[in-house]
């Protein structure tokens, strides 16, 4: 048996976790879209020998959380860990085999040490485009995964070091952009090289075995950690609920999302059973996706560092009966799984700070407002836009709440204007902070933002995934909620109201998209804010009045 030198324990772990962050930049330097270059909508992470993540990038929590999930689904139920070789790369985005959504790609190689396999690497990437029925692969009025796009079982893209040209080619006839989303898929493939060659290294500085008991160690570390962090929160069952506008298909009908949360000594159970059922409409989330988010709000939560790896989860038990909007079955569209992801991440920060007040923020703005353009020429060329914007953060009980800031499950970066100006016939016209857009209270929430697109090509279709223009985000201890979001399209200098979900609108030369995105929540009661504060908030527009 290998005994562990403390010391050589943390070393190991933080050069997995550079490992990863090398992974990273591989990405970011080499990819070829804006949503990956620019707004950074990938992942990176590195698993143990049976599937365990036991080291990540800092980027999308959506992503590092769920992709596990996804690993151990491939290897129980498809490829089995022992049919994996070196040189293999094993890739799949279908929701129904582990994954969320089909333009996230998910890629994993096996990493191999004197013939000994002591590690997996694995990429996940949001892709610009995977098929189905509207630029960008998020249509709003799918009502069967059917429509959405290209699935891609769990294969062999590369099966020892040879890459399989028919898959290969598959893949590029079924998407808009195919040199595009084919050098992102290189990238990916890339980065995967990089991460096995420093853990290769790992392994032969420190023996294969070491690296293997070393994996082993941090998960019971972070497991340890969770669960003391678990006992700190009172004993008993915490409840709250929030609602997601409509599933697009039936725009009167509200979905409820609700969560109780009971905690016992150091194990805490997550039961979502309260929440709808499936809706016809894309916003519905498999569990490997919802699990991605109670994960991550218990994580930050917590009173203290743990250090992110499957051991964490290990005290947590996820209660959700098949069919729910959480917990979504076969064939059920889910290209917008993030819309309730989103606000069950506010739903568990609503529950759990009933239990450790004084800790936790008020809502954000709790939505990915994804706006899919495709512009196009009178020569017929056409390309595709994928924007993913933010709003405001909720206030927390140390301040006030950050502005057009990403939070929550997203961690992504905006696009330059510059970069979309120069790519495509789309003109920005408006982008700012959003004035009167933060709930009020003792600390106020966030500004959301204002983002405007002017259409220079002949013609163009505009697709929105949106929400919060409804059920605003809610405040906290008597704060107010933040305002909500709105989307209008300018044509001839008239505006006309657009609703939050819209598949393929046409558009011509001219015409304006402008959107306005949900504030955060305020904490505490407005009238214990400081005059000083509200002049302050005056004079730098973040006031109305």
């Known amino acids: 048996m290998t005994v562990l030198d403390p010391i050589e324990l943390e070393v190991l772990r933080n050069a997995l976790t550079a490992a990863a962050a090398e992974m990273d930049v591989t990405m970011w330097r080499t990819s070829r879209s804006t949503i990956v270059r620019e707004m950074l909508d990938y992942s990176t992470a590195i698993f143990d020998a049976d599937g365990n993540n036991v080291a990540q990038s800092a980027r999308i929590p959506q992503h590092l959380n769920s992709m596990g999930y996804f690993l151990k689904t491939i290897l129980d139920r498809f490829i089995p860990v022992?049919?994996?070789?070196?040189?293999?790369?094993?890739?799949?985005?279908?929701?129904?085999c582990g994954g969320q959504h089909l333009p996230d790609i998910a890629a994993f190689r096996p990493v191999f040490s004197q013939g000994k396999r002591v590690a997996i690497v694995g990429t996940l990437c949001h892709h610009l485009d995977v098929g189905g029925m509207s630029p960008g692969s998020y249509a709003a009025n799918a009502t069967e995964i059917y429509q959405e796009g290209l699935r891609i079982p769990p294969s062999k893209l590369f099966a020892k070091g040879v890459r399989n040209e028919v898959l290969w080619g598959l893949i590029a006839q079924n998407v808009r952009q195919p040199s595009v989303v084919m050098g992102d898929l290189q990238s990916q493939i890339a980065s995967l090289g990089v991460g096995a060659r420093a853990v290769e290294g790992l392994a032969t500085r420190y023996g294969a075995d070491t690296v293997i008991t070393s994996c082993s160690a941090m998960l019971d570390a972070s497991e340890a950690a969770m669960r003391a962090a678990i006992r700190a929160i009172p004993d008993g069952s915490y409840e709250f609920e929030d609602f997601l506008d409509d599933d697009g298909i039936d725009v009167t009908k509200p979905v409820r999302i609700h969560a109780r949360i009971t905690v016992a000594g150091e194990r805490l159970v997550v039961d979502l059973s309260g929440s709808d059922r499936a809706v016809p409409g894309p916003i519905n989330a498999t569990l490997g996706s919802t699990s991605s988010t109670v994960y991550f709000a218990i994580v930050a939560a917590a009173d203290r560092f743990i250090v992110p790896n499957a051991g964490c989860y290990r005290p947590i038990e996820i209660v959700a009966p098949e069919g729910l909007i959480v917990s979504a079955q076969h064939p059920s569209a889910v290209a917008h799984r993030l819309a309730p992801g989103h606000v069950l991440l506010n739903v568990l920060f609503g529950a759990l700070a009933k239990a450790i007040p004084n800790r936790l923020p008020a809502a954000y703005y709790a939505v990915s407002y994804v706006c899919s353009f495709q512009t196009k020429e009178a020569s017929g060329e056409r390309k595709v836009l994928v924007e993913i914007e933010v709003g405001g953060c909720g206030a927390h009980p140390d301040g006030d709440g950050a502005s057009a800031h990403s939070f929550g499950m997203h961690n992504n970066a905006s696009i330059p204007i510059e970069m979309i100006e120069t790519d495509l016939p789309i003109t920005m016209v408006e982008y700012g902070l959003a004035p009167g857009t933060a709930g009020d209270g003792r600390h106020r929430g966030g500004l959301g933002l204002r983002r405007a697109w002017r259409i220079d090509s002949e013609a163009a279709t505009f697709t929105a995934q949106m929400d919060r223009f409804r059920f605003r985000p809610f405040g906290l201890d008597g704060g107010e909620p933040g305002a909500p979001g709105q989307l209008e399209l300018v044509r001839d200098g008239k505006a006309q109201a657009l609703h939050s979900k819209i598949?393929?609108?046409?558009?011509?030369?001219?015409?304006?998209?402008?959107?306005?995105?949900?504030?955060?929540?305020?904490?505490?009661?407005?009238?214990?804010?400081?005059?000083?504060?509200?002049?302050?908030?005056?004079?730098?527009?973040?006031?109305?009045?």
Not at 82 to 96: A, K, M, Q, R
Not at 525 to 530: L, N, Q, S, V, Y
């Open 503 to 545: 598949s393929n609108m046409q558009l011509r030369k001219g015409d304006v998209v402008r959107l306005v995105t949900s504030g955060g929540g305020g904490l505490g009661p407005p009238g214990e804010r400081p005059e000083s504060l509200r002049r302050r908030d005056r004079e730098q527009r973040y006031s109305m009045e």
């Open 82 to 96: 022992d049919l994996w070789e070196e040189g293999d790369v094993i890739i799949s985005n279908d929701p129904y």
